[in-house]
Structure formats: C-alpha cells, structure tokens
C-alpha cells in the first residue's frame, strides 16, 4: 500500500518561519548558559546567579539552557540549531504566553494562579532542576513565585521538592540527562523516547495535583486543558519529534487565544484545523470522562506500525478535513469508512489471496470505544447557536462516518 508521506517530507524548508519565531519572541536575548542569568543575593548574603520563571524571557532560558547542554553533549542531534527535541517544550511556552493562557498580557510576568502557567513551570523548570542535579549545566538558583503563590508546593525550587512533587517526572528526566552524558552518539529516536516518558510522567503529575487552579479558566477552557493533556499522551505513543518544525506546524492547528463559555464545541473565528483541533480535544476529553484509559489502551494495542498509520491518517484529517485527498490515502491504506476505524487502521487490505484482516470491534475495548464515539459525537453535533454551520462541516461528518461503520 502507498505510504502517507510524514510532513517533514512534504515540508519545504522554513526559514522565514524560523526567522519570524525568533524575532516575535526575542530568542536571541534568551539566556542561553548559565553564566548569561543576573546574579542575586541570597538569604546568606553571597551573589548566586538565579532563574526567575515568573517572567517569560526567564522561563524561556530554562528550556534554552538545558538545549546548550545537549546540544554540547549530543553535536549531531542538532545539526542545523532546530532540530532539538526540546524545543517541542519551548513552542508550548510561547503559544501558551502569546494567547494569554499565561494569565497576563504577552511578554512580560506570568501570573502563578493560573493552571496554564503553573502547569508550563512544571515543565520548564523540573528538567532544568534535574539537569543542574546530574551536571550538565552549572548551578543557579529559583527565584520563587510571586503574589503569595511562593507557599505552594507545585513550585519546586530543588531536587528535593521535585522528587517529592513530580517523582515520576524527575526520575525520568533523570534517565534522559544521564543517557545523554553517559552515551557518545545517542541516536535521536532513542532521546525522543526518554524525552517523552519524562514528559509524559510530568503532564501526569501536573494535571494530578493542579485541579484547585483550574477556576482561573472558563469551563470551555478548562475543558479544553484537560483534554489537551490527554491528547498529548498520543503523541508520546508515537514518538512524535519535536523539533522546531513539526511542533510549529502543528502549532498552526491550536487556538490562537483563550476559550470562553460562549465558545461551544467550536469558536466561530478559528479556522477549519483549529476547530478539528478543538473537536478532537473535546472527544478525547469525553471518552476518559467516561472511560479512563480506555481510548489510550486501545490505541497501543495496534503496536508500533497501527499507531504510526493512524497518527498519519489522524494528521491528514487535522489539516485537511475529510477532502478527497483524506479519502483516497484511507482507502489506499484499506482503512474501514468510519473515522474510528481509520484512525485506529482497524482493518488491513482483504483479498483473494489473503483474508489476514482485524477489526476494531475484536480488539479488546474496541466496541465500547466505537459505542462511545458515536455517543459523544452525537451529543456534540447536537449543538445549536451561531455556530451551527460549523458543526454542520466538522462535527456531524464524524457522527456520519461512524453511524455508517456500526456493527
């Protein structure tokens, strides 16, 4: 069967997209060692160089610091300056601050009672916490968390409160900081691995302990948060690389500013992909509702090959809806008609000669997963308001396709 081709081959080069990132964030005033941090006195009166996360240009360099590092170590994973795997971790940073998720204007402070802001500290400061810890980039202290917010146990300032916080987390970074001291040439899958599993570990634990700030958000938003964090657990099944590049394109697809309760399912200002990205959000986030772990179990159960298929397919619908260009790679790839079955290729090519083939509803959790998407889109598609033409071209057509496929 004919292969999707994987959107770095079907990318040209982006060089103004770089050169426009650089510049909106001011990247290349971002303290990228140690040594560019200011200095600050501490409580014993010596000047130690300090981290503030609590202002962006700050939060930055502690993702920026910890790329130096691996960029030193590991020379050939990052041949032409974006190919770092973190920097999957600083694009989140900007979109989450350019969009006021990071509950104040762009730019400048970050306001600590805000889930967003809280959960990104979390995921900037703990790798840098733990790659100080292992040694791969010198020492520095964290200034703590303004307003009062300083009591709060989520902001970890040492190793000691990372591994009582996020141990999962710090373990795992651990892991990923020690392969790439220890290791000469690390292959860049492997590192995308580690990288993921310390990820995921910290999305887990943040989302876990962090459920007290999430009425800084409109119910949508908060909505959106949570389903957010468990679609990205997909991405960590697949590996999926984050490099500059493909973390930027799919940037594309995220919600240019905050979700409010008049929003709905969808918001009627965003366009085709950024309106999928939020129905696929808002899908996930009602299966787990319903069935914790159900939709993820399903999903690795595909192995390897399944997994990587279905992403494919599932990025093809992101970007371009169900367009004829969709359904012929589906129907090339002998994918079932209904949008669950492609996405989770559950049913390879019959024919004459071989009748090999698996279908969803025989993978164990596979009915109750088909049952459930048809439910929840329903619901959805059942929506009304201004944004009724919206959901008439995005939403209905999943609730079609998988009527179609019912067993």
Not at 273 to 297: D, H, S, T, W, Y
Not at 343 to 356: G, I
Request: negative net charge.
């Amino acid at each position: 069967s004919p292969k999707l081709k994987t959107m770095q081959e079907t990318r040209t080069s982006r060089p103004a997209d770089r050169e426009a990132f650089s510049l909106h964030s001011d990247w290349y005033l971002v303290p990228s060692c140690v040594t560019d941090l200011p200095h600050a006195e501490t409580e014993d009166g010596s000047l130690e160089r300090m981290l503030n996360p609590w202002e962006l240009r700050s939060r930055l360099a502690a993702t920026k610091i910890v790329m130096t590092a691996l960029d030193k170590l590991q020379p050939a994973m990052n041949p032409d300056q974006w190919s770092n795997p973190f920097w999957g971790i600083a694009l989140q940073t900007t979109w989450q601050n350019d969009t006021w998720r990071h509950g104040r204007p762009p730019g400048g402070a970050i306001d600590p009672a805000n889930w967003w802001a809280a959960c990104n500290y979390a995921l900037t400061v703990v790798p840098f916490i733990v790659a100080r810890h292992v040694g791969i980039i010198e020492e520095a202290i964290i200034a703590q968390a303004p307003d009062g917010a300083e009591t709060e146990v989520i902001f970890v300032r040492d190793l000691e409160q990372c591994s009582t916080v996020f141990p999962g987390a710090t373990n795992s970074f651990g892991e990923l900081f020690k392969t790439v001291k220890s290791t000469s040439q690390l292959s860049r899958q492997k590192c995308l691995q580690l990288l993921w599993v310390a990820h995921d570990h910290c999305v887990r634990e943040f989302v876990a302990a962090l459920g007290y700030k999430l009425s800084s958000l409109s119910a949508r938003e908060a909505d959106f948060a949570l389903g957010w964090a468990e679609l990205v657990g997909f991405l960590a099944e697949v590996n999926f690389d984050t490099g500059f590049d493909d973390t930027r394109e799919f940037g594309t697809c995220l919600p240019t500013r905050l979700l409010e309760d008049i929003d709905g399912i969808v918001a009627c200002d965003f366009v085709g992909k950024q309106n999928r990205c939020l129905i696929a959000v808002e899908l996930v986030r009602r299966i787990e509702a319903v069935e914790p772990g159900l939709l993820l179990k399903v999903f690795t159960a595909l192995g390897t090959d399944g997994m990587t298929e279905a992403f494919d397919v599932a990025k093809q619908w992101l970007f371009n809806g169900f367009s004829d260009c969709c359904s012929l790679f589906c129907g090339a790839l002998g994918l079932c008609d209904n949008l669950v079955g492609a996405l989770f290729c559950c049913c390879k090519n019959p024919s004459v000669e071989s009748q090999d083939y698996t279908r969803l509803h025989e993978v164990d959790g596979g009915d109750r997963l088909l049952q459930l998407a048809r439910s929840e889109l329903q619901a959805m598609s059942g929506k009304t308001s201004a944004q009724s033409v919206v959901l008439h071209y995005q939403v209905r057509p999943l609730a079609s396709k998988l009527n179609k496929g019912r067993v």
